[in-house]
């Protein structure tokens, strides 16, 4: 799943968790079923999602097209620009994951009458996103 992506991600989550409507019916909710927990990030990393260009855009406020260069080793303008540029790009992607995964997840379970329980994300592995804004919402219900 393109966990940087809003549609993709509800599109994921409303199937999923249709399948445990389907399953457990009226006991999904304040009468059953009442929290997901989300394992640590195992996911790997992700650095693009479709609508990179205007996520970034939106958020930075300026046209990455032509930092690109920067994604593949590349100085522009100068390498403190560069370091600029790559600093926005990976807020961007950790904006995104906290966004369009995260609170998305806390919602679309809201919506269900279900909260939600997220673990921290392990020291060893890679992880694109900020661990504090990840678990704003860790317990959340």
Do not use: C
Not at 43 to 49: C, E, K, L, M, Y
């Amino acid at each position: 799943m393109d966990k940087l992506s809003k549609p993709h991600v509800k599109a994921y989550f409303d199937n999923y968790l249709g399948q445990y409507k389907d399953t457990v019916g009226a006991l999904m909710g304040k009468r059953g079923l009442q929290y997901v927990i989300t394992d640590s990030w195992e996911a790997g990393v992700q650095n693009w999602t479709d609508d990179m260009f205007a996520e970034f855009a939106k958020r930075r406020g300026y046209d990455m097209r032509p930092w690109l260069p920067v994604l593949t080793g590349r100085v522009v303008e100068s390498a403190e620009a560069s370091d600029r540029f790559l600093w926005d790009f990976r807020k961007t992607i950790a904006d995104l994951t906290a966004e369009n995964h995260y609170d998305q997840l806390t919602t679309l379970l809201r919506e269900r009458g279900m909260g939600r329980y997220t673990e921290s994300h392990e020291s060893g592995r890679a992880f694109i996103a900020d661990g504090m804004e990840v678990k704003r919402n860790a317990i959340s219900r």
